[in-house]
Nanobody
Framework: QVQLVESGGGLVQPGGSLRLSCQAF????????IGWFRQAPGKEREGVSC?????????YYADSVKGRFTISRDSAKNTVHLQMNSLKPEDTAVYYC??????????????????????WGQGTQVTVSS
């Protein structure tokens, strides 16, 4: 049974930082592509980032977070992190990690489309406010 567990969300002031973690059970994060999504109130879920387990561990980011967010993998802990810096109020959302059980590379599928993923975590709330 596959389970993804997110942690690290919270309340932070604008300009601050948070590091989200996604620990996987029953799925090796160094075998498959792992993505991060977010959903703000009243909005559709959007893709934030994706990390491949092949092709040089390539990473991908939405334009809205490029240069501020960094996705990484800790294979020893079977965990994927999302380091979020220079946070803005518009980053406020529930953040989800997701696993694609078919592809190792984010470039092999529509990595920013939620229907392309097979497994989801329960989400963690990130609130950016002064």
């Amino acid at each position: 049974q596959v389970q993804l567990v997110e942690s690290g969300g919270g309340l932070v002031q604008p300009g601050g930082s948070l590091r989200l973690s996604c620990q996987a059970f029953g799925l090796r994060v160094d075998y498959y592509a792992i993505g991060w999504f977010r959903q703000a109130p009243g909005k559709e879920r959007e893709g934030v980032s994706c990390i491949s387990s092949s092709e040089g561990n390539s990473t991908y980011y939405a334009d809205s977070v490029k240069g501020r967010f960094t996705i990484s993998r800790d294979s020893a802990k079977n965990t994927v992190h999302l380091q979020m810096n220079s946070l803005k109020p518009e980053d406020t959302a529930v953040y989800y990690c997701a696993g694609n059980a078919v592809h190792s590379g984010c470039y092999r599928f529509n990595y920013n489309t939620d229907s392309e993923y097979d497994y989801w975590g329960q989400g963690t709330q990130v609130t950016v406010s002064s």
